[in-house]
């Protein structure tokens, strides 16, 4: 081997670098940097951030055939395991006897859905086909691995830009929810205190709760069956409290395994000369046109139920109902003490955050339906 031999297997990687892999050195960069500076989603952001820099880094072989990334496509996103696997441990963290102490919630998570379907339309409106159309309203949801299960299906094509924008505003609820908070509500209106007593819900009722809804929404909603079948299954070991050691697990192990792997995985996908696209700045917009237009007609209809109980019901429980829990939650319990050091909305927000959940899955599984139905 000669001189020139050397020189050529060292520069062999400069060769193939184009400034599409820069930017997207770049873009992996900033995530890494928001989840260890900022903190800012870490188990979600540092995977997905090195998962891009690997993906960057010409001739490494990673995403070719039997490459280690493109090994975890497969058997994880194409196979639609990972996020399946997520709602397992997901479900395994969910307490949903806030929502079926107070039912009425249920009405919240239906309402934080609308963008969704409005998305849709505009997207279909801007130029894209219905089954692009569908997984790209699927964001509006925040809720990553019901995104990424409707996008393998639908449209693996564009699985990386929706995933990334998924698990991005997700990570940026902080930011985007308080303004809309406060310019959908009035003060007096977030200052509302509502009442809790707690009703108890008998052991029987939390078993027979995850049983029941994985039959009647994989009756209703058979596409949906996988996602909420999972979710319920992860839910059915935290309250038989008969297999902690599988709920221990589920909730640590394999959520923490899974969430790795596809942080990974998806990072992996965002090379840059596919990446940089302008669809992906379109899917970036209307992404978060969905999440915007979810959390506004969830404070809407929260305002409108404010109206019919009298003042008894805080319209800012209704920007819980997207699916992004608990962060979602949680945001809207801070928000309200904020305004009153003493107003705890978090039961409450949590009862919509967990019905959002469930109504995010039903919805994912519609458009799979109408979809496949209109595509056949």
């Not at 020139?4 to 995530?31: N, P, Q, Y």
Request: proline share 6%; with cysteine; aromatic share 6%.
């Amino acid at each position: 081997m000669d001189v020139a031999d050397v020189l050529h297997a060292l520069t062999e990687g400069l060769a193939g670098f184009t400034w599409a892999h820069a930017v997207m050195l770049i873009v992996g960069g900033v995530l890494i940097a928001l989840a260890v500076v900022k903190e800012v989603e870490p188990v979600l952001l540092l995977p997905i951030g090195f998962g891009c820099l690997l993906a960057n880094i010409p001739l490494t072989g990673l995403n070719g055939p039997g490459g280690m990334t493109a090994v975890l496509y497969q058997a994880g996103i194409e196979t639609e395991l990972f996020p399946l696997l997520i709602f397992v441990g997901a479900g395994a963290m969910i307490d949903f006897s806030p929502l079926l102490a107070q039912p009425h919630l249920a009405l919240l998570g239906a309402a934080g859905q609308f963008g969704i379907f409005g998305t849709l339309l505009l997207a279909s409106w801007i130029g894209f086909p219905l089954n692009e159309a569908a997984s790209i309203g699927v964001i509006g949801a925040i809720d990553g691995p019901t995104s990424i299960f409707v996008a393998s299906q639908l449209a693996p094509s564009l699985l990386a830009p929706i995933a990334v924008a998924a698990y991005s505003y997700m990570s940026l609820i902080p930011i985007i929810q308080p303004p809309l908070m406060r310019l959908l509500t009035t003060p007096r209106e977030r200052r509302i205190r509502m009442e809790y007593t707690p009703r108890p819900v008998s052991r029987r009722a939390l078993v027979l709760f995850p049983i029941l809804v994985t039959v009647i929404i994989g009756l209703l909603v058979p596409k949906a069956a996988p996602l909420i079948g999972s979710l319920m299954l992860g839910n059915l070991l935290r309250e038989s409290r008969v297999v902690d050691r599988l709920s221990q697990a589920a909730q640590n192990e394999l959520l923490n395994i899974t969430t790795l792997l596809l942080g990974l995985t998806i990072g992996a996908t965002m090379e840059g000369p596919s990446f940089l696209r302008w669809d992906t700045l379109s899917i970036l917009g209307l992404g978060l046109a969905a999440f915007v237009l979810d959390t506004a007609a969830g404070l809407v209809f929260g305002k409108a139920l404010c109206a019919l109980s009298r003042g008894r019901i805080n319209p800012l429980v209704g920007a819980a109902g997207i699916s992004a829990f608990p962060m979602a939650g949680r945001l809207v319990a801070k928000l309200a003490r904020e305004e009153d050091y003493q107003n705890f909305l978090l039961m409450h927000a949590m009862g919509a955050n967990t019905a959002g959940q469930l109504a995010s899955v039903v919805a994912g599984g519609i458009l799979l339906a109408l979809t496949s139905g209109a595509m056949s």
